[in-house]
Nanobody, 126 residues
Framework: QLQLVESGGGSVQPGGSLRLSCEAS????????IGWFRQVPGLEREAVLC????????KLVDSVKGRFTVFRDNAKNTVYLQMNRLLPEDTAVYYC???????????????????WGQGTRVTVSS
């Protein structure tokens, strides 16, 4: 059974950077697209971006384009979310999720993802 664990969250000032990690166990991530999502209490969980199983395709929502990037190290069974130029509205709990999709594509629809981590909190505040 695939299990995902996020880490790297914390507090940062606006304009700062954080790198989140999503480490998998129980299975290799080679055939899984990975999505990053975030949720503010009381609101729906929303997509941030996704990366295909091979890492060659990514899809980002407009609000993070130019600021967030994603890369994966399949040898370490880990996917990273690099967040730069953080804004207060980026404050949320961030989740990674896995979708079995051995294709050069990924989806940002949360219903496509079967495996989820427990989340890591990111706070952007001065």
């Amino acid at each position: 059974q695939l299990q995902l664990v996020e880490s790297g969250g914390g507090s940062v000032q606006p304009g700062g950077s954080l790198r989140l990690s999503c480490e998998a166990s129980g299975s290799t991530l080679d055939n899984y697209a990975i999505g990053w999502f975030r949720q503010v209490p009381g609101l729906e969980r929303e997509a941030v971006l996704c990366v295909s199983a091979g890492g060659g395709f990514t899809k980002l929502v407009d609000s993070v384009k130019g600021r967030f990037t994603v890369f994966r190290d399949n040898a370490k069974n880990t996917v990273y979310l690099q967040m730069n130029r953080l804004l207060p509205e980026d404050t949320a709990v961030y989740y990674c999720a896995a979708d079995f999709r051995p294709l050069p594509t990924c989806l940002v629809a949360k219903d496509e993802y079967d495996y989820w981590g427990q989340g890591t909190r990111v706070t952007v505040s001065s």
